[in-house]
């Protein structure tokens, strides 16, 4: 399984971090962890298209994780329709919204591109991937990830609860010993708050994502603590981690 950054950047624009989105090759197949940035240049860059994009999988519906829908949307309706993503969103009324978007720019939302509401629990299993969602408290209808395939363990926390996500959300979930990766959002609190509950269940690796200028040095506290334990980086656009 290998782990790119696409956007590794928080909700306000800095020069070199776009907003969240991430993209996971499994075998040959493709999927995206939030949708902030329209993925498309990227993925072209990388040699892929959107049609080789399987599932989206959507934490919450803020702008810096969703609104790369709507170019993403518009290209697979006009251009690459034989792209036939599966979109795993918190709620489904964004999705009238984009299809009145889509009506006015491309002739509308092709039938191909599914919406599906995620829910607790197993939402995903293609045989090659798997994806149980967890809800989180970030704000009504958000979710955290457990992403599992070819026996690694990744879990992805997208946005947690403000103020004490890593006690009050992060602690309740990652009970598992030995996951292979923990992909750490650091925008809403102290990062220096996960260093108990991770020490507590330390994974192989750690990425802090989505860091911002409030916490930056938390997180840089963070890393200098636990490195020697528990390998640490901080997320950058284009970073690629391979489990
Ligand atoms: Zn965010």
Not at 35 to 51: A, N, Q, Y
Not at 130 to 159: Q, W
Request: glycine share 8%.
């Amino acid at each position: 399984m290998k782990l790119t950054f696409l956007g590794s950047g928080h909700g306000v624009p800095e020069p070199n971090r776009n907003y969240s989105c991430a993209l996971l090759e499994v075998k040959d197949k493709r999927y995206l962890v939030d949708i902030g940035m329209d993925p498309t240049h990227e993925l072209i860059k990388r040699g892929f298209t959107p049609s080789d994009i399987a599932a989206v999988f959507i934490t919450h519906t803020h702008g810096d994780h969703m609104n790369g829908m709507v170019g993403f949307a518009d290209i697979c309706s006009w251009f690459y329709k034989d792209a036939d993503p599966l979109i795993l969103i918190p709620r489904l009324d964004p999705v009238e919204a984009l299809k009145g978007w889509l009506q006015q720019t491309c002739g509308g939302l092709r039938e191909s591109i599914r919406f599906q509401k995620l829910n607790e629990g197993i939402v995903y299993d293609d045989g090659t991937l798997k994806v149980c969602a967890l809800r989180n408290g970030h704000m009504p209808d958000s979710y955290s990830f457990f992403i599992e395939a070819e026996g690694k363990k990744l879990l992805f926390t997208g946005d947690l609860k403000g103020g004490d996500g890593p006690t009050a959300d992060y602690a309740r979930f990652a009970t598992v010993d030995g996951i292979d990766l923990v992909v750490a959002e650091s925008a809403h609190f102290d990062a220096m708050l996960y260093l108990e509950p991770l020490l507590r269940h330390p994974p192989k690796k750690l990425c802090i994502n989505h860091y911002n200028w409030t916490w930056i040095e938390s997180c840089y506290h963070l890393k200098q603590q636990i490195n020697d334990k528990i390998p640490t980086v901080l997320a950058t656009d284009g970073l690629e981690i391979q489990l």
